[in-house]
C-alpha cells in the first residue's frame, strides 16, 4: 500500500512548524504552505493524499483554497481546521466536498486518526477505480463465447 503523503497548509508559522516536527517525529511525511496559492503550487508538483487546511488565511481563505483542490485534485482528502469555526463555515464546507473539519488547537493524536481515516477512504475510492478500469478491459465468458461464435 501507498505510503500516507500530507500537506498542512495553515498562515501561522508556528503551527506549521510545531505540528510538521509532531508528524515527522510519528513517521509522517509532510510538507507545508503558509497560504492556499503556495499550496496549489506544491499539489501541482507532489503527490498528496490529505490536506489538512485552515479556514481563515489572508488571501485565498480556506473555503476558497478547498473548491480548488476539490476542482483540480478531486481524489484528495481535505480536513478543514479552525481556530474560529461557526456552524456556516462547517456546513459550507463540507458541502464544498471538506471530509472533516477540526477545531484549533486540536490533538495530534485526533488529528492523526481523522488523517488516517482520510487516507483510507482516498486508497478505497482509487481501489474502486481501478477495478472498474480492469473490469472494462476484461471480457466476460459471455463476451468471449460470442465472438468465438462468430
Known amino acids: 500500500m501507498e505510503k500516507l503523503k500530507l500537506m498542512l497548509v495553515d498562515d501561522e508559522e508556528r503551527f506549521l512548524e510545531t505540528t510538521k516536527k509532531l508528524l515527522t517525529k510519528a513517521g509522517y511525511e509532510a510538507l507545508t504552505a503558509s497560504s492556499g496559492e503556495e499550496s496549489l503550487e506544491l499539489l501541482g508538483m507532489h503527490t498528496v ?4 487546511l485552515d479556514v481563515k488565511m489572508p488571501g485565498m481563505d480556506g473555503l476558497e483554497t478547498l473548491k480548488k483542490i ?3 485534485y478531486p481524489l ?3 480536513i478543514m481546521l479552525t481556530g474560529h469555526a461557526t456552524v456556516e463555515d462547517a456546513v459550507d464546507g463540507m458541502k464544498s466536498g471538506a471530509s ?3 477545531m484549533k ?5 485526533d488529528l492523526l486518526g481523522r488523517v488516517e481515516e482520510a487516507f483510507r477512504r482516498r486508497m478505497g475510492i482509487e481501489e474502486r477505480i481501478s477495478m ?3 473490469r ?3 471480457k466476460s465468458p459471455r463476451e468471449i463465447l460470442r465472438q468465438k461464435a462468430e
Open 105 to 109: 488547537p486540536c490533538d495530534i493524536n
Open 100 to 102: 472533516d473539519y477540526v
Open 132 to 134: 472498474a478500469q480492469a
Open 76 to 78: 484528495t482528502e481535505v
Open 136 to 138: 472494462s478491459y476484461v
Open 70 to 72: 476539490k476542482t483540480l
Open 49 to 52: 493524499h490529505v490536506v489538512v
